[in-house]
């Protein structure tokens, strides 16, 4: 893996990207390992730590089977930086969760807290960290939120995704104001569709909470999303010229313009 100098930040946790979505099942997992990726092609030292307590599943999409994970940290047998797991394919580094564990279903305030607060010192060793948020606003999520410089809300075009989106980004604003919100649309059928869902989303913020956040970008339905998530397989991989895969990279590209 490249060893780069990590970028200098002018704001708290701004190396950190939080990955969130107000519901499940609008590939916020998927965005978040394939940014990963994005950014580690980009020569960006990177890791993906998984955040989704309950439901963790980066191992999962990627086929791994990690001799460490965040249950180990949380029991106290290994620290933070020991449940580091190198994904030598896709050239960065990931801190797996264990899903449906009973240590991380319930994990208390407090070690979320210290959790987060050794991933910021982590951070310090990357040019880029990226954090998969658990789907929705419950206390764990909202936790880590805080610990990044920006929070990447993903969104599809449907009701329940945008209302959902707006209830995350509502919640976020008034618990941590100034917090670099913004917004992605995932699984559009093109990109003039995904900024229409984009702008009805940002027309709700900007009536309602006097805020607009910024579009991050939009990325189109493509077949082989799915081909690759069944097979395991990291997109960027095996069909790094489709649709898909070029808008993450575009993304990745603008997180890494001066902030």
Request: aromatic share 6%.
């Amino acid at each position: 893996m490249t060893n780069l100098t990590p970028a200098p930040t002018t704001r708290k946790g701004g190396n950190v990207f939080a990955i969130a979505s107000g519901k499940g099942g609008v590939g916020k997992t998927w965005f978040a390992v394939t940014l990963s990726h994005a950014l580690a092609d980009l020569g960006q030292r990177t890791l993906l730590f998984d955040g989704d307590f309950g439901l963790a599943n980066v191992d999962i999409q990627l086929g791994l089977m990690p001799k460490c994970d965040l249950s180990g940290v949380v029991g106290g047998n290994l620290t933070l930086n020991q449940a580091v797991q190198p994904f030598d394919e896709g050239n960065f580094d990931i801190i797996p969760g264990r899903s449906g564990s009973n240590a991380l279903n319930h994990i208390p305030a407090n070690q979320v807290q210290h959790l987060g607060n050794d991933l910021a010192v982590l951070a310090a060793s990357y040019d880029r960290v990226i954090v998969d948020l658990g789907a929705g606003i419950d206390r764990p999520t909202r936790q880590l939120t805080t610990k990044a410089g920006t929070c990447l809300v993903v969104t599809a075009d449907e009701p329940t995704a945008m209302t959902d989106a707006y209830a995350f980004i509502k919640t976020m604003a008034k618990e941590r104001p100034g917090l670099d919100l913004r917004i992605v649309v995932n699984q559009s059928d093109s990109i003039r569709d995904g900024e229409r869902t984009y702008n009805t989303l940002r027309r709700a913020c900007e009536g309602f909470l006097g805020i607009s956040p910024p579009l991050a970008g939009v990325i189109r339905w493509d077949k082989r999303v799915r081909d690759t998530i069944k097979a395991q397989q990291p997109l960027l991989t095996h069909a790094p010229t489709c649709a898909a895969a070029r808008d993450v990279v575009s993304i990745a590209n603008s997180l890494l313009s001066p902030y």
